[in-house]
């Protein structure tokens, strides 16, 4: 995990990240899962320019707040392990059920400890944008997320019901 490092995205890594999304679209298709960071899946990725172009929010529009999007690298494989969306603060909905953070790992790397680093390595950018208390949240039935939540600090404050299912709300201090 030495090589690991959250980026943001650009031209280069264009191969990257069609690689990267061409797996988890069809695993997602497969299996009917949820497509975890929404950001990530938000815009078609095989018009590269537009998808760059769009991925963060900045001047964001009634109900959303600025966010910015990384990707975990691999330096060692070049390649995409995952990637982590950061709120750069809450409004109602995000309080109740979204969070400051989602994240997700491809497919093919998940299970290997790198659920735990990416929220490791988004903490830090967190901090960096100011954020000394960060609400992350995961189903109740995701118990590789509520175990990376725990890896790192996180303390669950209650669980309430989201479309019939039950969400699990955790708060990291983070200073």
């Excluded at 299996?31 to 960071?37: D, E, G, I, L, R």
């Excluded at 959303?64 to 060692?76: A, G, H, I």
């Excluded at 979204?98 to 929220?119: A, C, F, N, Q, V």
């Excluded at 996180?154 to 955790?170: A, C, H, P, S, T």
């Amino acid at each position: 995990m030495l090589f690991m490092k959250l980026i943001k995205l650009d031209k280069s890594y264009q191969r990257q990240l069609t690689e990267m999304l061409d797996e988890w679209t069809s695993y997602n298709k497969q299996y009917n899962t949820n497509h975890s960071p929404y950001a990530i899946f938000k815009n078609d990725y095989h018009d590269f320019d537009y998808y760059l172009d769009n991925l963060d929010i900045t001047n964001p529009k009634e109900g959303f707040v600025p966010d910015s999007t990384y990707f975990l690298y691999d330096e060692e494989r070049d390649i995409f392990i995952g990637a982590a969306n950061i709120r750069h603060y809450l409004n109602k909905g995000l309080l109740e059920t979204g969070g400051h953070i989602g994240d997700g790992i491809r497919p093919s790397e998940r299970k290997k400890g790198y659920g735990t680093l990416i929220l490791k390595l988004a903490l830090e950018k967190c901090k960096e944008l100011g954020i000394d208390r960060v609400l992350v949240t995961c189903l109740k039935s995701n118990i590789g997320s509520a175990k990376c939540i725990q890896n790192n600090h996180g303390i669950k404050e209650n669980e309430v019901l989201e479309d019939g299912e039950v969400l699990e709300r955790y708060w990291i201090d983070n200073k």
